[in-house]
């Protein structure tokens, strides 16, 4: 059973910066990539970036395009997401997953594993 436990979320002003983080307890086929999630209170969860652990290969929703940064350590089994440039409307429970190749990586139905999730609220 893999473990993903997120950190690193907080309260920050918009305009500000936050970075979380995702370690896994192990890297197995069920982590061959690696995807961050949020659900803003009333709405549903909504993709918002992916990452493949051996090239790099990253993917991201539209609305952070240029603001995030997804990255991976992999000596440390450890998913990043660097947020630049926070919005209000960026407030909401993130949480980190992992899942198998060749599946959808926009569809949280395509993952496997979830971490517990880490609140980030941007203040106006």
């Known amino acids: 059973q893999v473990q993903l436990v997120e950190s690193g979320g907080g309260l920050v002003q918009a305009g500000g910066s936050l970075r979380l983080s995702c370690a896994a307890s192990?890297?197995?086929?069920?982590?061959?990539?690696m995807g961050w999630f949020r659900q803003a209170p009333g709405k549903e969860r909504e993709f918002v970036a992916a990452?493949?652990?051996?090239?790099?290969?990253?993917n991201y929703a539209d609305s952070v395009k240029g603001r995030f940064t997804i990255s991976v350590d992999n000596a440390k089994n450890t998913v990043y997401l660097q947020m630049s440039s926070l919005k209000p409307e960026d407030t909401a429970v993130y949480y980190c997953?992992?899942?198998?190749?060749?599946?959808?990586?926009?569809?949280?139905?395509?993952?496997?594993?979830w971490g517990q999730g880490t609140q980030v609220t941007v203040s106006s």
């Open positions: 997953a992992s899942r198998r190749s060749g599946l959808n990586y926009r569809m949280d139905a395509s993952y496997s594993y």
């Open positions: 990452v493949t652990w051996s090239t790099g290969f990253t």
């Open positions: 192990e890297r197995t086929s069920s982590t061959y990539a």
